[in-house]
């Protein structure tokens, strides 16, 4: 079974940037795609950018593009996700997930979650 673990949220105020990590556990992480999802209070998980297998593909929420730039080591087994020009509606628990080897992004293509990193955002 593998395991997400995020780092790098926090308090941040509008118009900074955070960049948030995932480190995998497993020896088959650069056979997955791999994103990240946020959930504010009150709303639905969200998928907000994806990468997949071979960093070859992206993908991103309306709401974050320009913004965010997801990347990853597969190397390291690790993802990112460079989150620039930050706003208060950014403020949410950011997941890191673990896709199939195909890039689908509906949510049920996702099995394998980390526990989440909080990032807040002052205006």
């Known amino acids: 079974q593998v395991q997400l673990v995020e780092s790098g949220g926090g308090l941040v105020q509008a118009g900074g940037s955070l960049r948030l990590s995932c480190a995998a556990s497993?020896?088959?992480?650069?056979?997955?795609?791999m994103g990240w999802f946020r959930q504010a209070p009150g709303k639905e998980r969200e998928i907000v950018a994806a990468i997949s297998a071979s960093g070859g593909f992206t993908a991103y929420a309306d709401s974050v593009k320009g913004r965010f730039t997801i990347s990853r080591d597969n190397a390291k087994n690790t993802v990112y996700l460079q989150m620039n020009s930050l706003k208060p509606e950014d403020t949410a628990v950011y997941y890191c997930?673990?896709?199939?080897?195909?890039?689908?992004?509906?949510?049920?293509?996702?099995?394998?979650w980390g526990q989440g990193t909080q990032v807040t955002v002052s205006s």
């Open positions: 997930a673990r896709g199939g080897r195909r890039f689908d992004l509906g949510p049920a293509d996702f099995g394998s």
């Open positions: 497993g020896r088959t992480f650069s056979m997955n795609t």
